[in-house]
């Protein structure tokens, strides 16, 4: 017998799985990208399920308001034709078959031997309140915790603004005489 | 009463960071003041910044060592200083030779500086960082402001397409790298890098979700050393890429990502010994010889180095294998003397950039001796020390990196380096060839700016101070030992 | 309650998706989108330890793998815009010379 929590997590499964397939199918890039938006809201369902309420809203608005926007309008902007034309790259079989295999060891022992093969941690007297509160354990956490990779993430925007203005801008100052 | 939040201390370790991020915004806007002919001036406010963090980090060296701070995220032991060391030589010295270079590409602008700066606060969080998280963001901070540097040529088509696929597999290979990191958080319930190493101790020495985690992440890190299989995009980026920057990512986030490595290996996941050193022997052996049997081969200049920098990747993972004292000053060592012979040689391939000639084929050197006397000598001798000849810095690296397989008992690892550095002999000595024996093809001659000519000097005098009188600068780069603790 | 192994087993599909997507391409935008599905079947990862050890570290580190996410997303398509416009610009020039 299934229970509510199991149905949901095979329906999203099933969705997520199936859209990130026409993801790498589909020929027409703004159909791939809508399908990876399908993709991102089953993922964020999945989230919901963790208990992680705060990333599955931030995955909504950040990855599909903002990235996934992005990709849209620049698919839009470039004519992606004369860019897929061109072979860029080797195919890089090996690298696909490294990864598979490992990948396929991976599934065999997990399904194999259950639960045993990943001998988690000992669990930490737990605060169950991470289920109820979300957001403010992690904001907790983020702020104490991990200050630093905070302060780095400022930094690494601040790079991410330059280099899309310097490449993107149609004119620069030194351009121009 | 932010205690919970920081100490004062954390600010303490971490100034020669804020020195340098203070500096890169500040040329950013000192920039907006100045015209075109004073641009040179940006390339001043940089060094000035580097000189100021090499002076704050100097002080931090003297006062303490092994400072924790952020809630254990970062620990700036002497390892991390060493390193943070080598990354001001290396960057300082290329920005010395960027100035010329950019104005006559027409790009001279405050930004590229910026970005060198901030790419290289990135790396100094890589070797300082103990924590994954740090470590990764960290490397994210250098790696996209080395994308957006080998594009800076925005007008050059092929500068474009080597940004294109340095992006494209460096964003692949840091999402294979994230998929070990989160297998391995999972099994170990930490981010900590030395919480991790005690968890795995007490886990079973043949765990198949270990090892695909280990695998994984060691495909990860390799991409961005260039260690074969992984190493397809590292000569179209050096080739690509404006030849400052082939100067700067040849060196210095090369170096960071080996301390990085060692950091990982060394003290993450030193209890899974047994399952990470054959991977890495072997990759060891297919990189020093593919790199090296391919360069072979080239009559680019830009790719031949590019190839050799392949091969000196497969040399340094010989430390990492031993993973003893020797091997690990033997990296340390390597990449002080890579910094000054690396960048010696490229700073020549800059210069021969003129208005009309891009000057990276091989030919283009013919004569170079009638022409350029001076510059062909200067060739000579980093070639020798690429070579790892002696009296040049090249042989300490390599005798020490060699010597430390020998004593771990790796003696076929020893033998195909051996045999690797015979080879790459045969190419080096190609260019020398061309370079004294062949006539000259076009009157051009070097265009020497002050900042390239002290570049090339102090690369010159330390790529054969290190080989005649090597002792001070190994037992500066023993400092790199405390990795161990 | 789903068992944690079905949440990685589905997360190790999602990633072999997501590299045989990248490895078959070749249109550059749609080779970045299955680097975006690499990055999320990590978080998801990251996400079912997190619940299922209880330690937040993990949710953090989703946290920071999206900012990145989003700096990457920036980059990557000014790269393929400049590239683009490069090209569009040379053609134009192209054109005007034969016009002369």
Redesign the interface.
């Known amino acids: 017998m299934m229970t509510f929590d199991q149905i949901l997590f095979y329906a999203l499964a099933v969705i997520a799985v199936l859209s990130a397939i026409m993801v790498i199918t589909r020929r027409n890039p703004v159909h791939s990208a809508l399908f990876l938006i399908t993709t991102l809201f089953c993922v964020a369902g999945i989230y919901l399920q963790l208990h992680a309420e705060f990333l599955a809203a931030v995955q909504v608005i950040v990855y599909v308001g903002g990235i996934m926007v992005l990709f849209l309008f620049v698919i839009m902007l470039v004519n992606l034709e004369t860019l897929s034309q061109e072979r860029r790259f080797n195919r890089q079989w090996h690298i696909a078959i490294l990864v598979s295999v490992v990948l396929l060891v991976e599934f065999g022992t997990i399904i194999w031997r259950g639960k045993a093969a990943l001998q988690l941690p000992a669990n930490q007297p737990l605060m169950d309140t991470l289920t109820t509160n979300n957001s403010e354990q992690l904001g907790v956490v983020l702020y104490q915790q991990y200050m630093l990779p905070f302060e780095i993430a400022s930094f690494l925007l601040l790079v991410a603004i330059i280099g899309a203005v310097i490449l993107a801008k149609r004119r620069l100052s030194s351009d121009g005489k | 009463m932010f205690n919970?939040?920081?100490q004062p201390n954390?600010i303490l370790i971490?100034y020669p960071e804020l020195l340098l991020?203070l500096f890169a915004m500040g040329v950013?806007i000192i920039d907006l003041f100045l015209d075109?002919a004073w641009k040179v001036l940006n390339a001043f406010t940089a060094l000035v910044g580097i000189a100021y963090a090499a002076y704050a980090l100097y002080r931090l060296k003297s006062n303490a060592l092994n400072l924790s701070?952020?809630?254990h995220?970062?620990l700036n032991d002497s390892f991390a200083i060493y390193f943070q060391f080598v990354f001001l030589i290396a960057t300082a010295l290329v920005i010395l030779i960027s100035a010329r270079y950019l104005s006559i590409e027409?790009?001279?602008?405050g930004?590229y500086y910026?970005?060198i700066l901030?790419?290289l606060?990135?790396m100094n969080?890589m070797v300082m960082g103990i924590?994954?998280?740090?470590l990764?963001?960290?490397l994210?901070?250098m790696a996209?402001?080395e994308?957006?540097l080998v594009?800076?040529l925005?007008?050059?088509?092929q500068s474009?397409?080597a940004?294109?696929?340095f992006?494209?597999l460096g964003?692949?290979s840091?999402?294979?790298l994230?998929?070990g990191?989160?297998?391995l958080?999972?099994?170990?319930?930490?981010?900590d890098l030395r919480v991790i190493a005690q968890?795995l101790a007490e886990?079973p020495s043949h765990?198949?979700?270990a090892?695909?985690a280990v695998?994984?992440l060691t495909?990860g890190l390799l991409f961005k050393i260039g260690g074969v299989?992984?190493h397809?995009w590292l000569p179209d980026a050096y080739e690509g890429a404006p030849s400052t920057i082939t100067t700067f990512i040849s060196v210095a986030p090369k170096a960071a990502s080996f301390a990085l490595i060692l950091r990982i290996f060394i003290v993450g996941l030193k209890p899974l010994e047994t399952s990470w050193v054959p991977v890495l022997s072997v990759v060891c052996v297919l990189t020093m010889t593919l790199g090296n049997i391919t360069a072979i081969s080239q009559s680019n200049i830009k790719r031949l180095l590019a190839y050799s920098s392949i091969a000196h990747a497969g040399y340094l993972l010989l430390g990492l294998i031993a993973g003893n004292e020797y091997g690990i000053t033997g990296i340390a060592i390597y990449f002080l003397v890579y910094a000054f012979m690396n960048i010696g040689i490229w700073t020549l391939v800059v210069a021969m950039r003129r208005k009309d000639l891009i000057g990276d084929q091989i030919q283009d050197m013919a004569g170079m001796i009638y022409k350029n006397p001076g510059a062909a000598v200067l060739m000579l001798v980093f070639l020798l020390s690429l070579a790892g000849i002696p009296p040049t810095a090249g042989f300490i690296g390599k005798y020490y990196l060699f010597a430390s397989v020998i004593q771990t008992h790796h003696y076929v690892l020893a033998v195909i380096a051996v045999l690797n550095a015979a080879i790459s002999l045969y190419y080096y000595f190609r260019v020398v060839v061309v370079m004294f024996m062949s006539e000259k093809t076009d009157e051009e001659k070097m265009t020497l700016s002050p900042g390239v000519l002290t570049s090339l000097a102090v690369t010159l005098v330390f790529t054969l101070l290190i080989g005649i009188y090597p002792e001070p600068f190994i037992r500066f780069a023993q400092n790199s030992l405390s990795l161990f603790q | 309650m789903v068992p944690l192994n079905y949440f990685l087993i589905l997360a190790a599909i999602l990633f072999s998706i997501g590299v045989i997507g990248f490895v078959m391409k070749r249109n550059v935008i749609t080779m970045f989108m299955s680097i975006e599905l690499m990055l999320n079947s990590v978080n998801l990862t990251f996400v079912a330890f997190s619940r299922y050890i209880q330690n937040l570290s993990g949710q953090i580190f989703v946290f920071f793998v999206m900012v990145i996410a989003a700096a990457e997303a920036a980059v990557g398509l000014a790269i393929i815009v400049a590239l683009y416009r490069n090209r569009e610009s040379l053609n134009v020039d192209e054109a005007d010379r034969m016009k002369l």
Do not use: C, H, W
């Open positions: 919970q939040y920081f954390d971490i991020a950013m075109r701070g952020y809630n995220a970062i027409g790009e001279n602008r930004d910026a970005l901030l790419s606060i990135g969080f924590d994954l998280i740090t990764y963001i960290a994210e901070l996209v402001s994308y957006i594009g800076y925005r007008t050059n088509r474009n397409e940004a294109m696929k992006f494209l964003a692949f840091s999402g294979i994230l998929y990191i989160s297998l958080y999972g099994i170990s319930g930490s981010t968890r886990r765990d198949p979700i090892l695909v695998v994984t495909a299989p992984f397809q």
